[in-house]
């Protein structure tokens, strides 16, 4: 990286650090919980996006989620898994991050996420800016000489 002053390094893009849509596991409105607990444990992943045929964000789901929906008094309830749909399950309150926005932006929103789901301005989902990158970055800012 060419030496950076501070505005400049806040300023920076985020378009460059995405990992594009193509790339990230998600799951669409209307699939049950069993195929995202597959796609979850498969992937390894916490959590992943959920997406609308138009592939516009609609929220994150995660096996915790999941395990809290089927938990019943006495048991956890497998059975249900095949006929919840994400739709019902799914955290909707998630902050994004424009795909126009600033770095700086990004360092914000970050702190309480471990990756941030990046949108166009129609709401579709660009792809993911991971936590790890984001701190590369910094860890790149802060030694360069
Ligand atoms: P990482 O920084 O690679 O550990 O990723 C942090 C979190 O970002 C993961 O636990 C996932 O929830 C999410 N994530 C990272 N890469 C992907 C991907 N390719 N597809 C879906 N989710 C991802």
Redesign the pocket.
């Known amino acids: 990286m060419i030496s950076l002053s501070k505005k400049e390094f806040l300023e920076m893009p985020v378009e460059e650090f995405i990992?594009p849509a193509e790339?990230?596991?998600?799951v669409q409105l209307g699939n049950n919980v069993e195929h995202a607990l597959l796609v979850l444990t498969k992937?390894?992943?916490?959590?992943?996006?959920v997406l609308d045929p138009t592939y516009r964000f609609c929220g994150l789901i995660?096996a915790r989620m999941i395990m809290d929906s089927i938990l019943g008094l006495e048991r956890i309830e497998y059975d249900k898994l095949a006929d919840k749909v994400v739709d019902e399950v799914m955290d909707e309150n998630i902050a994004t991050l424009n795909v126009h926005e600033t770095f700086s932006k990004a360092l914000e929103l970050v702190i309480n996420h471990?990756?941030l789901c990046v949108v166009d301005d129609a709401g579709r989902f660009v792809g993911?800016m991971?936590?790890?990158?984001i701190l590369k970055q910094l860890k790149k800012y802060v030694y360069q000489s």
Request: net charge positive.
């Open positions: 990992i790339k990230v596991a998600h992937s390894g992943y916490s959590a992943i996006p995660s471990a990756f993911i991971t936590r790890r990158v």
